[in-house]
C-alpha cells in the first residue's frame, strides 16, 4: 500500500470545513453515509443514463481562423437550441464518447437529484447561477473547448471522483475516499501524482488538478497559451489547486477544475470566488507553468497508467483492501476520514454551468447561429467504475 501503517491516516488533502452552527453534531459518518449513499449511487446512474446523442453539424462555427478544428453539434429545438464544439481532432483517443452527452445545468442536475446528497458539517460552496449570455473571440471559444475536453478526460479517467467531495463519497459509498488516499502523492511532480491517480481513479484537488495540468499541458493545440497550475501558496486557507488557461488578459483566463463533481470550464469572472482569490495572489500561487510557445514533454503516459491500474486487484474492493492494510474496521475508518465533516467539501460546480457565449470577430460580426454552451461532458467510452 502507497500508505504504511505508521503514517498518520488522517492527512487526507483539503480544508478543515466545519460548516458546524454548534446547534447539534453531525451523525456518525457511517450512518451518513448509510443514509445518503443509496439515492446518490441511483441519482447517478439516472444523470448517466441521461445522456444523449446530439446532431452534429457543419459550418455552425463560420470561422476559418479557428487556432484548431472544431466539431459542431447542436442541442434543443427552436429558441432554445445551443452550440456545442468539440476539438475536431482528439488528444487522446480511446476515451471520450463523441455522440453522448451529459448535461450539466442546474436543471438537469436537479431533475436527477444528483445535488440532494448533503452533509451537516459541510457549507456547500456554490457560485452565482443566473444565466448570463458572455461575448467571446473564436480563440476564446476554442480555448473553452479543450478546456471541456480536459475536464472530460479527468472525469473518464477517475470515474470515483475526488475523495473529499461528499457528493462523490457518497455516489461510492466511500470508495472515491480510500482510492484517492492511496493515490495520494504529496504536492510534487505533477505528472507523478496524474499517473498515480489514474491507477487508483481517484483524487483529490492537487491529483485532478495536476491530471488537467499535465493534459492541456501536452496538448500541441494550445502551445501558444500559458497554463498555470494554481495553489493557496500564500496561505489564504483555501488550500485548493486548479489548472488554468491563461488569456490575452486576466479577465479572459479560463478556470479548469475538474475536481468539482459537475465542473464546467469558466472565465474568472464566472468562477467561485475561492478561484478569483487564489487568482489575485500572483506569482506567490503558481506552484507549476507551461510558458506560452511551448508543449511539455509527454511526462505523463496515459496508457502506461491505464496498464498499471489494470494491475490493481479489484476484488474485494479497494477500500476493504484499505482498511484491512491500515487495521481499521469500517467504521473506525469512516471516522477518521469523515468525521464531523473535516477536511471535506460541497463544492458541486466549479463555475457557473449555466453561462452561454456569442462568438463574434473583431468586427463585432456574429459567427455562430446558436449560443455556445460548455456544460455539456462527454462519456467515457470504458466502463464506469463499479460502486
Known amino acids: 500500500m502507497p500508505i ?3 503514517q498518520s491516516p488522517s492527512r487526507v488533502p483539503g480544508p478543515v470545513e466545519t460548516g458546524s452552527s454548534g446547534i447539534a453534531p453531525p451523525p456518525e459518518p457511517g450512518a451518513w453515509l448509510d443514509s445518503s449513499a443509496s439515492e446518490a449511487k441511483a441519482a447517478r446512474s439516472r444523470l448517466l443514463d441521461s445522456a444523449t446523442g446530439l446532431q452534429q453539424v457543419h459550418g ?25 464544439v468539440v476539438p475536431a481532432k482528439e488528444l487522446h483517443p480511446g476515451l471520450l464518447r463523441a455522440d453522448r452527452f451529459i448535461e450539466l445545468s442546474s436543471q438537469r442536475l436537479t ?13 456547500p460552496l456554490m457560485p452565482d447561477m443566473e444565466p448570463r449570455l458572455r461575448v467571446i473571440s473564436p480563440a476564446a471559444a476554442t480555448h473553452l473547448a479543450l478546456a471541456r475536453e480536459a475536464i472530460d478526460l479527468v472525469k473518464a479517467l477517475l470515474p470515483a471522483g475526488a475523495g473529499n467531495q461528499i457528493k462523490d463519497i457518497a455516489a461510492t459509498g466511500a470508495e472515491s475516499c480510500f482510492r484517492s488516499t492511496m493515490a495520494y502523492r504529496g504536492k510534487g511532480d505533477p505528472a507523478t501524482c496524474a ?16 491530471l488537467a495540468f499535465q493534459l492541456l499541458s501536452q496538448n500541441p493545440d494550445l502551445q501558444n497559451s500559458r497554463i498555470d497550475m494554481v495553489h493557496d501558496g500564500a ?13 490575452q488578459t486576466p479577465e479572459q483566463d479560463i478556470v479548469v477544475d475538474p ?7 469558466t472565465f474568472v469572472v464566472d468562477a467561485l470566488p475561492m ?3 487564489l487568482l489575485n495572489a500572483g506569482q506567490e500561487g503558481i506552484r507549476h507553468t507551461k510558458p506560452a510557445g511551448t508543449v511539455s514533454p509527454p511526462t505523463l503516459d496515459i496508457d502506461e497508467a491505464l496498464r498499471e491500474q489494470g494491475t490493481v486487484e479489484e476484488n474485494p474492493p479497494l477500500s476493504e483492501q484499505y482498511l484491512h492494510a491500515m487495521g481499521f474496521d469500517r467504521e473506525l475508518g469512516l471516522a477518521i ?9 460541497d463544492v458541486p460546480f466549479s463555475g457557473n454551468p449555466n453561462v452561454r457565449y456569442e462568438v463574434q470577430d473583431e468586427s463585432g460580426q456574429q459567427l455562430t447561429d446558436f449560443p455556445l454552451r460548455f456544460d455539456m461532458q462527454r462519456t467515457g467510452l470504458r466502463q464506469p467504475l463499479e460502486r
Request: proline residues 9%; aromatic residues 8%.
Open 4 to 6: 504504511s501503517p505508521t
Open 60 to 84: 455552425t462555427l463560420r470561422c476559418p481562423e479557428t487556432p484548431c478544428p472544431l466539431d459542431t453539434y447542436i442541442t434543443g429545438e427552436g429558441p432554445a437550441q445551443h452550440t456545442v
Open 111 to 123: 431533475q436527477a437529484n444528483v445535488l440532494s446528497t448533503t452533509h451537516p458539517g459541510v457549507t
Open 195 to 210: 499517473s498515480a491517480a489514474i491507477k487508483y481513479q481517484a483524487g483529490n484537488c492537487n491529483a485532478q488538478a495536476s
Open 235 to 247: 496561505g489564504g486557507g483555501h488550500d485548493h489547486v486548479f489548472a488554468v488557461i491563461r488569456g
Open 259 to 265: 475536481w468539482a463533481p459537475f465542473a464546467t470550464p
Open 275 to 277: 478561484h478569483r482569490d
Open 337 to 345: 476520514y469523515l468525521g464531523h465533516g473535516k477536511s471535506l467539501w
